[in-house]
């Protein structure tokens, strides 16, 4: 038995690791996504079968209770959690990989402080695995408390808090220096835990709704960083595989989130973005909107040429992205020429508009990024803007005052006409008007993004 799983396992572990790398490479290409999550699926269950198999393990109880447990909690999520919720589930994952890292470099503290000292390296990746996966579990709390309005999205801010924050950095890594020399403090390190869980909180409460993108993403890379480091405590080359990968990924998406908002990681973490509302020029002018109805809005969409649809969070939030491919489905049989422009951080998680887009069957050719669209805005007779709010401000663009000033956005304004379907005049999560609202080729069309669109593809088949 032991030749067999001497050949098998590392055998097994470099399958996985190839069905992770294939995996993640499919999950860039919208039409492999589905195939690319199931490989990298089952890439996870050769290598849990595979850690099973291992000589160490001599009683499989509790890691058949483990597996019952995981295994339906899974397939309980994966069926109840709605997509719109998508963001939130995201981020308690990241929170649970965070935390199971954290319990296997406890359990491996105090294995060893019970015994004989571990060498120095040992001792560095126990302590580094613990407050990293400390810190991620519960900022990952917060953040999905925040997607989930448990907590305010609004950014969460006192007196001296980033030297707050400061101090308990310094005091999480400088307890974790003195246990790798002096190992064997158990309180210690419990405090040390403490320390690096009530930091995580503090990391994520001062982020607003509008960078929890670029949070998601880091948290999910901490929480592949934290996995890799486990692995190394724990001898494990599937574990250090697939966590480097989610690692690296996550910082690599986390920099393209920072790009697509021409914001900094710092800028993102502590500047406390969407804390006040601000007013926009064009609303302190005295400007007003011009509301419009379904009927109206239907015979402009239903007579032009190239109508192009910015999905944002309020079609998420309203449950509505399937009423706007039936409104996409009735203008193409009218041959209407449909694209919809998807900015990076539109939504609360990266791709979160594609996937819920996807999820109503909307063709992957007809789903645009920003860099491909932005021309076309100038030749599309209607932009139709549904719960999407800072990503098409055109403050963005001249307003040095403003918050998201120098981000790139979607030339939403430079269509003939714009229509925007809100259910208020409510700023979005960066806390500012926008000023597109105002503009004299806009118009309004107030009401919850499902009932609103709904209508008007019932006014156009009347038409």
């Keep these: 038995m032991k030749a067999f799983t001497d050949v098998f396992i590392p055998l097994a572990y ?78 308690i994952l990241n929170g649970f990989g965070g935390a199971a890292s954290a319990l296997v470099a406890i359990a491996e503290y105090f294995r060893y402080s019970s015994a004989t000292m571990p060498s120095i390296d040992t001792s560095i990746t126990i302590m580094l695995t613990t407050i990293i996966g400390a810190v991620t579990f519960s900022g990952s709390v917060v953040a999905a408390g925040k997607l989930q309005e448990v907590i305010s999205g609004r950014p969460i801010l006192f007196p001296l808090q980033q030297l707050v924050n400061l101090l308990f950095f310094l005091a999480s890594v400088g307890i974790g220096a003195y246990l790798v020399i002096s190992f064997g403090d158990p309180w210690l390190f419990l405090i040390m835990t403490t320390v690096a ?70 800028n993102v973490l502590f500047s406390g973005f969407g804390a006040h509302v601000q007013s926009s020029g064009a609303a302190v002018a005295g400007k007003a909107v011009k509301p419009i109805q379904a009927e109206e809005a239907a015979i402009s969409l239903a007579y032009a040429r190239l109508v192009i649809i910015v999905p944002g969070y309020g079609m998420a939030v309203a449950q509505a992205q399937h009423a706007v491919r039936q409104l996409a489905d009735e203008l193409d049989k009218r041959g209407v020429d449909v694209r919809f422009a998807v900015h990076p951080v539109a939504g609360r998680m990266p791709g979160h508009m594609n996937v819920l887009l996807a999820e109503a069957n909307v063709p992957y050719e007809k789903l645009y990024e920003m860099e491909q669209i932005n021309d076309e805005f100038s030749r599309a007779d209607v932009a139709l803007i549904i719960g999407a709010n800072d990503v098409v401000n055109p403050a963005a663009r001249h307003d040095v005052g403003s918050p998201i000033y120098g981000m790139p956005i979607l030339n939403a304004d430079h269509a003939k006409q714009v229509i925007v379907n809100k259910r208020s005049m409510n700023p979005g999560f960066a806390g500012i008007e926008n000023e597109l609202f105002y503009n004299d080729n806009t118009s309004m069309l107030f009401g919850s993004a499902q009932d609103a669109i709904a209508k008007v593809t019932k006014a156009i088949k009347e038409l």
């Design 197 to 266: 869980l009530v930091l995580g909180v503090l990391f994520a409460i001062p982020v607003g709704g509008a960078d929890m993108p670029v949070v998601i993403c880091l948290l999910n890379s901490l929480s592949g960083i934290a996995g890799a480091l486990a692995g190394f405590v724990v001898s494990n080359n599937a574990l250090i595989i697939s966590g480097a990968l989610v690692g690296a990924s996550g910082l690599i998406l986390t920099q393209i989130m920072c790009v697509a908002m021409n914001r900094s990681i710092a």
């Design 14 to 91: 470099m399958v996985a690791a190839a069905f992770f790398i294939i995996g993640l490479q499919w999950l860039s290409s919208p039409k492999r996504a589905r195939q690319g999550n199931v490989l990298s699926a089952v890439g996870m269950l050769i290598a849990v079968i595979a850690t099973v198999l291992l000589e160490e393990i001599v009683d499989y109880t509790m890691i058949g209770v483990g597996l019952a447990i995981g295994a339906l909690a899974g397939i309980v999520v994966a069926r109840k959690v709605k997509m719109t919720a998508m963001p939130q589930m995201v981020g």
